[in-house]
């Protein structure tokens, strides 16, 4: 097992608290996430500084708009080199598509890498109940993630972002080159904190994710690295 399929979430407000993480889990080779506080507060430096310590960096600011306003996005998302970024399935095949072709030219133009591109299915803060009575979706939550993990097949994405409780269908229907990338997982020794779907690391790699993602029960340890060991130990128990 790959350290590197541990996506550490550094859901910090400042650069000084994110690097502070990187320095102390790089060594791990484990993979980091830069979502919307982190971004939104220290902006594109937080991911120069991750790759200028030889860190890899998912960018999670899960696009959601028009086709023409994600492309835009998704080429400053390439023009970054970051490793992987996502975009809600709900925006819709046209969405999708225009995110996959901007950020595929834009890697062929600056000469970097092509990101991998994950769909957002149903978050894993959402659980049946709050998909029906708040969202207004009527069908089984499973059926919907994935449906939508379809379009997100269709519009030619890399894989999606789903909760361990759907990893088994999506990888018994969409094979083992569609990446599942699954946050909602808590180590034995965590709380749930808001996420509703949740597993542990050794059930999430069992069933098939090919990543996982962790942020509070490693970030807030009073021990972030034996935090972080102690879910790769976990992560291991699954292979
Ligand atoms: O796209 C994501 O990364 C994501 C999707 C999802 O459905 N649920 C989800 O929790 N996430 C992210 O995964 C991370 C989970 O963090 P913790 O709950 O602290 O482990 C957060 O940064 C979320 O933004």
Same mark, same amino acid.
């Given at each position: 097992?790959?350290?590197?399929? +541990?996506?550490?979430? +550094?859901?910090?407000?400042?650069?000084?608290?994110?690097?502070?993480? $990187? &320095?102390?889990? %790089?060594p791990l080779g484990v993979?980091? !996430?830069?979502? +919307?506080?982190?971004?939104?507060?220290?902006?594109?430096?937080?991911?120069?500084?991750?790759?200028?310590?030889?860190?890899?960096?998912?960018l999670d600011c899960k696009?959601? &708009?028009?086709?023409? /306003?994600?492309?835009?996005?998704?080429?400053?998302?390439?023009?970054?080199?970051?490793?992987?970024?996502?975009?809600?399935?709900? @925006?819709?095949?046209?969405?999708?598509?225009?995110?996959?072709?901007?950020?595929?030219?834009?890697?062929?133009? /600056?000469?970097?890498?092509?990101?991998?591109?994950?769909?957002?299915?149903?978050?894993?803060?959402?659980?049946?109940?709050?998909? %029906?009575?708040?969202? @207004?979706? %009527?069908?089984?939550?499973?059926? !919907?993630?994935?449906?939508?993990?379809?379009?997100?097949?269709?519009? @030619?994405?890399?894989?999606?972002?789903?909760?361990?409780?759907?990893?088994?269908?999506?990888?018994?229907?969409?094979?083992?080159?569609?990446?599942?990338? /699954?946050?909602?997982?808590?180590?034995?020794?965590?709380?749930?904190?808001?996420? %509703?779907?949740?597993?542990?690391?050794?059930?999430?790699? +069992?069933?098939?994710? &090919?990543?996982? $993602?962790?942020?509070?029960?490693?970030?807030?340890?009073?021990?972030?690295?034996?935090?972080?060991?102690?879910?790769? !130990?976990?992560?291991?128990?699954g292979v």
């Amino acid at each position: 097992m790959d350290s590197e399929r +541990l996506i550490v979430a +550094l859901d910090v407000p400042t650069f000084k608290e994110a690097e502070n993480l $990187v &320095d102390m889990l %790089k060594p791990l080779g484990v993979t980091f !996430k830069v979502g +919307l506080e982190l971004f939104f507060s220290e902006g594109p430096r937080v991911v120069e500084m991750i790759h200028s310590r030889g860190g890899k960096v998912f960018l999670d600011c899960k696009f959601h &708009d028009i086709p023409n /306003t994600v492309a835009g996005a998704a080429r400053a998302a390439s023009r970054m080199g970051v490793f992987m970024f996502n975009i809600h399935v709900s @925006g819709g095949i046209e969405m999708m598509k225009a995110g996959l072709e901007a950020a595929r030219e834009e890697a062929l133009k /600056t000469g970097t890498a092509v990101p991998k591109i994950l769909g957002v299915t149903v978050l894993t803060s959402i659980n049946q109940g709050i998909l %029906k009575d708040e969202i @207004g979706i %009527k069908e089984n939550l499973e059926q !919907k993630v994935l449906d939508w993990a379809g379009l997100a097949r269709l519009a @030619g994405l890399d894989g999606v972002i789903a909760s361990p409780k759907e990893i088994r269908s999506i990888r018994e229907q969409f094979g083992p080159d569609f990446l599942i990338v /699954t946050p909602g997982v808590r180590p034995r020794f965590a709380s749930s904190d808001d996420q %509703k779907r949740v597993m542990t690391p050794e059930e999430a790699v +069992l069933r098939g994710a &090919d990543y996982i $993602v962790v942020g509070r029960p490693i970030t807030r340890a009073e021990d972030p690295v034996k935090a972080a060991v102690e879910v790769i !130990k976990e992560m291991q128990g699954g292979v």
